[in-house]
């Protein structure tokens, strides 16, 4: 006796099958594509959905036109100012023309060297650092940036007593300061030992001229290299006498009348091809304060730049 069949019959099967074929021939091969040009706009997300991914960018620093010039700035303003010896000067000037424009601000000085300055921006005790030398990398990504302020030039500068009254050349310059030439008559001088006057390594000039004049190269290490332990342009000038070498930024010794600048290929710093000249900047942390764009915006204005027009002269 034959049993009878359980389920649904064959030609339930068949039609399920024809279904999903005729489906699957439409999917691939009748659905209308999108237009050349065309892109589908994924769907959108619930307002109240979390992202699939967040990335936080930092804020573009700003560039130096970013700082408008302030028309006004509240009184009890204080900006804090650490860093290059060879912006004193320009500190200075800023500093008067900026109080002056705005009463009851208060600018502070100091003068450390390049190097301090910054390691003082970082630990939040300066809202500014004068630096006369560019950023490092790391530096940059600590989030410290860069504003050129002025251009500037290194002198080589000797005691007005000193009998060596001729020019060097850039050679002359890399041999002195690398202990390669150590007495006066390798360069046509009197047959006295040349006594080099350098600054300390925190100094933001000295990291300038060894990449400006020693192309990178190290300072030499013969006893006749003094190197000072303060990074101060007036007892260096003191230090030189009839037999010693230094140098230091060109608007600093515009006005002494102890020294004399030596010209290098012929060229004293006043000369546009003057080899040794490089840009002073002021690094701040970013984003900028509001007490940081104001005195920065005043720097790029018509007051600010006469300022820094008479630093040094």
């Not at 705005?102 to 300055?117: K, L």
């Not at 040349?194 to 300072?219: D, H, K, M, Y």
């Not at 012929?266 to 940081?292: D, E, H, I, M």
């Amino acid at each position: 006796m034959t049993q009878p069949r359980s389920g649904p019959p064959p030609i339930i099967f068949i039609l399920i099958f024809l279904l999903l074929a005729g489906g699957g021939y439409w999917w691939f091969f009748k659905r209308p594509s999108a237009p050349s040009g065309v892109t589908t706009a994924p769907a959108q997300q619930a307002p109240n959905a979390a992202p699939d991914r967040v990335t936080t960018a930092p804020p573009p620093p700003p560039t130096p036109n970013a700082f408008s010039p302030p028309t006004t700035v509240p009184s009890g303003t204080t900006v804090t100012i650490d860093g290059s010896t060879s912006m004193v000067s320009l500190n200075e000037n800023l500093k008067t023309a900026f109080q002056a424009q705005f009463p009851g601000t208060t600018v502070a000085t100091r003068a450390t060297g390049s190097d301090n300055g910054i390691q003082a921006l970082l630990n939040g005790q300066a809202d500014l650092a004068a630096v006369s030398r560019p950023l490092t990398p790391q530096e940059q990504n600590q989030g410290l940036v860069a504003v050129p302020v002025a251009n500037d030039a290194i002198a080589l500068v000797v005691g007005v007593g000193n009998p060596f009254g001729q020019g060097l050349s850039q050679q002359n310059v890399v041999g002195i300061f690398t202990g390669q030439m150590t007495n006066w008559s390798q360069i046509g001088g009197p047959d006295n030992p040349i006594r080099v006057i350098n600054r300390p390594p925190e100094s933001g000039t000295r990291q300038a001229f060894q990449e400006l004049v020693l192309q990178g190269g190290n300072f030499g290490n013969t006893p006749n290299i003094t190197t000072m332990e303060r990074d101060a342009t007036t007892p260096m000038l003191r230090e030189l006498g009839d037999d010693g070498i230094g140098y230091a930024t060109a608007a600093q010794i515009f006005n002494q009348s102890t020294v004399r600048v030596v010209a290098i290929d012929g060229l004293t710093p006043a000369a546009a091809q003057y080899p040794y000249k490089r840009t002073l900047y002021y690094a701040y942390q970013n984003p900028p304060t509001p007490n940081v764009s104001a005195f920065l915006g005043f720097v790029a204005s018509p007051p600010g730049q006469q300022a820094i027009a008479t630093a040094g002269r």
